[in-house]
């Protein structure tokens, strides 16, 4: 095995550090490292939630696209509401949206019917100020949120939550989150279409088109949490990914409203169980999209960090 164990300013959860650091022995090729350890690799992800390879020489979308490959998982294809670029087999940029925009935690794609169970990042080029990505296991919100709001959970497992969230319009600039049209999003110009396929691909239960040239999505009634690798998580979003109360809406599965005071809660949970990675260039950071969501820290450009999602 030619893996050093690393340190970063690291958390523990239940006895196991978050996110394991591995560092380079003797050899800075990560490639042939992977193929030596995939399994004992793929163990250390499940015992730890996430992994960080740091000090290879990863300086290329080619090169994290070898890494990636190494692994020999299978290759998903990106869907949703984030602006991305394709840049190389298996790989895209991440989220596109402005970097002074913090994005909220969440699981990739997790209000699709087929999500990833793995997510890699590759830093190849740092912020110079912020950009951190966050990382927090999804258990723990379900752990908290039970002693914290009891009765609040309970409700939620008996009527669920509806989840609305709202496209672009034709006419919003790029200085938004969530900037891509419906159109963009189903890769069709037809409501009829675009309905169907959203209702295929999206799991959601209703599309609403509005005269801006917006849709909306509408999830639920559904349970935010699932078992899923042998631990209940908090799997579905109960904030938007931006801070823009416009872009989503959440209420009960009856139509009733969240108490402030639970979202409160939850925002509070989360500001108390994250971990900040500050990137390094060539930085590779491999997240069990099961058990930890993951966001970003506003930042300033240039920051370029690379994606790979796996089924």
Request: include cysteine; charge should be negative.
């Amino acid at each position: 095995m030619g893996f050093v164990d690393g340190k970063i300013v690291e958390e523990f959860f239940e006895g196991k550090v978050f996110p394991k650091t591995l560092l380079p022995r003797n050899t800075c090729d990560l490639v042939e490292m992977v193929r030596s350890d995939r399994e004992w690799l793929s163990d250390l992800l499940q015992q730890h939630g996430a992994i960080l390879f740091r000090g290879f020489k990863v300086s290329s979308a080619q090169d994290f696209a070898r890494v990636v490959e190494a692994f020999k998982w299978d290759d998903m294809p990106y869907m949703g509401i984030a602006s991305r670029v394709k840049v190389d087999d298996r790989i895209y940029t991440a989220n596109e949206a402005p970097l002074h925009h913090f994005l909220n935690f969440h699981h990739e794609m997790s209000l699709l019917k087929e999500f990833p169970s793995k997510i890699f990042f590759c830093c190849l080029e740092p912020s110079p100020e912020g950009g951190e990505t966050s990382i927090l296991p999804s258990h723990i919100i379900v752990e908290k949120m039970e002693e914290l709001m009891p009765d609040f959970v309970a409700k939620l497992s008996q009527v669920g939550f509806i989840f609305r969230i709202r496209t672009a319009t034709d006419a919003d600039s790029g200085d938004k989150v969530i900037s891509k049209t419906w159109k963009e999003v189903l890769k069709t110009n037809d409501q009829v279409e675009a309905e169907k396929r959203a209702l295929e691909k999206l799991a959601c239960d209703s599309v609403e088109f509005h005269a801006d040239g917006s849709a909306e999505f509408i999830f639920g009634p559904m349970d935010p949490i699932r078992e899923l690798g042998g631990r209940r998580v908090w799997f579905k979003p109960m904030l938007g990914y931006t801070s823009n109360d416009k872009d989503v809406k959440i209420s009960f599965g009856d139509g009733s409203p969240f108490p402030r005071e639970a979202i409160e809660a939850y925002k509070k949970i989360l500001d108390k169980n994250y971990v900040d990675l500050s990137w390094q260039k060539g930085d590779v950071l491999l997240v069990d999209n099961l058990s930890i969501q993951h966001a970003r820290r506003p930042g300033k450009p240039p920051r370029v960090v690379l994606v790979s999602i796996c089924k």
